[in-house]
Structures are given as structure tokens and as C-alpha cells.
């Protein structure tokens, strides 16, 4: 039992390049989210989805999309990289769909730290 | 959307004292609080949570208190010991909104030997 488990650790991209991070859980858990975290700044949400087949913006969304392949994966996608998204990334999952059920903790993968150059 | 509000930003204690943390939440709808402990260079994990039934929940060293009516919660540790040091995260949940966790922006504890 892995819990979530996100690729890659580190990344360094120059400015304008494109790049995907994975993000796959093993807990059976119907929600996913992506948050970047700068200092100061806590953890913002970017994107979540809240079961299989949806997604949803966060707080912070731009220059970012996303996937929810299947209930257990869950990608982030830079199109354009800019230096302002220089951040750690982390990806999470709950059991809960927030729809009619409880909500309940979310678990973090190990985190991204990507750089743009 | 709920905005959630953390003080201190910074904090040190000595070794042995208590340690507060406190946070405000907008919604009162708001109705789970999770607390996280990130260590330097590692994942935050959840280290106690409380829902909007509760007033008050306890974990060893560890409790949590939610006062609804003030919209705010606060987590107590007490008898401090140095690998209690890290940044700790409050958090709030909102029902209905597909399970969206807002975060406070972190509290830096150092706990001095």
C-alpha cells in the first residue's frame, strides 16, 4: 500500500517548455487534488476533482490543466512553463466526494519541486 | 469561498512549554478541521481533526478546540519536545463543495532544547 504517489521529485524546465506531473493513489479514494505551495503562502488549491470524470478549478488555476485518467490517477500539465509556477507541488487524495458525504482527511504524495529557468 | 485565516506565523517555545496555534474560518458552513504537521522537506500528514459536532478533541499531547459560534479553532500542544518542530496547517472543509480543503497559510514552530 503505497498511498500516493506522485513523478517526478525534482524537475527544472526552462521557460515555454511543457511537462506533465503524475499523481496515482492506491487507497480507492474518490477525490484528487493538485496544490502548489510557496513560502508564506500555505497550500493553494489548483485543481480537484471530486470523483472519476470530473474536475473543478481551485483558487489557483491558470496555466494549468488537468486529467482524471481514472479513479486513481490524476495529472497536472503545464502547457507553457513561466518562472512564476517555480513552486513545490503536491498531489492528494480523499475518500470522501463532499457530495452528500462526509469529509474526511486527505492524504499528500511526497511533493515536486520544480524549478523554471 | 471560505477563507482561512492561521496566527501565529512564527512561533518558538522552550522545551517543555505549551504551543497554541490559532485559526478563523469565513464559512459556517465549514463543518471538518483537519490539522497537518510538515516537516522540512517532507509531505504535511494529518496529526488530528475535528468535526463541527465536537468541541473539543483530544490526542495524547496533542488537542484540537472548535468554537462555531466565534469561527474558530485552535491547536494546543503541550509538553513540547524538539521533534514537535516543523510548520503545522489548519484547515476547513465545506460540505457540498467536492470535498475542497482550504488551508491557512502555516505556523513555523521551533521548539528550543
Known amino acids: 500500500n503505497a498511498g500516493v504517489t506522485q513523478t517526478p521529485k525534482f524537475q527544472v524546465l526552462k521557460t515555454g517548455q511543457s511537462m506533465t506531473l503524475q499523481c496515482a493513489q492506491d487507497?480507492?479514494?474518490?477525490?484528487m487534488y493538485w496544490y502548489r505551495q510557496d513560502p508564506g503562502m500555505g497550500l493553494r488549491l489548483i485543481y480537484y476533482?471530486?470523483?472519476?470524470?470530473?474536475?473543478d478549478k481551485g483558487e489557483v488555476p491558470n496555466g494549468y490543466n488537468v486529467s482524471r485518467l481514472n479513479k486513481r490517477e490524476f495529472s497536472l500539465r503545464l502547457e507553457s512553463a513561466a518562472p512564476s509556477q517555480t513552486s513545490v507541488y503536491f498531489c492528494?487524495?480523499?475518500?470522501?466526494?463532499?457530495?452528500?458525504?462526509?469529509?474526511?482527511?486527505?492524504?499528500f504524495g511526497q511533493g515536486t519541486r520544480l524549478t523554471v529557468v | 469561498g471560505e477563507n482561512v485565516e492561521q496566527h501565529p506565523s512564527t512561533l518558538s517555545v522552550q522545551e517543555g512549554d505549551s504551543a497554541v496555534i490559532k485559526c478563523t474560518y469565513s464559512?459556517?458552513?465549514?463543518?471538518?478541521f483537519p490539522w497537518y504537521k510538515q516537516e522540512l522537506g517532507k509531505r504535511p500528514q494529518l496529526i488530528i481533526d475535528?468535526?463541527?459536532?465536537?468541541g473539543e478533541k483530544k490526542d495524547q499531547r496533542i488537542a484540537v478546540t472548535l468554537n462555531k459560534t466565534a469561527k474558530h479553532f485552535s491547536l494546543h500542544i503541550t509538553e513540547t519536545q524538539p521533534e514537535d518542530s516543523a510548520v503545522y496547517f489548519c484547515?476547513?472543509?465545506?460540505?457540498?463543495?467536492?470535498?475542497?480543503?482550504?488551508f491557512g497559510t502555516g505556523t513555523s514552530l521551533t521548539v528550543i532544547p
Open positions: 484547515a476547513a472543509s465545506v460540505p457540498n463543495t467536492g470535498n475542497q480543503f482550504y
Open positions: 475535528i468535526r463541527s459536532n465536537v
Open positions: 476533482s471530486a470523483s472519476e470524470g470530473t474536475t
Open positions: 492528494a487524495s480523499s475518500a470522501g466526494t463532499g457530495w452528500g458525504t462526509l469529509n474526511t482527511e486527505a492524504f
Open positions: 464559512d459556517s458552513a465549514s463543518n471538518y
Open positions: 487507497m480507492n479514494h474518490n477525490s
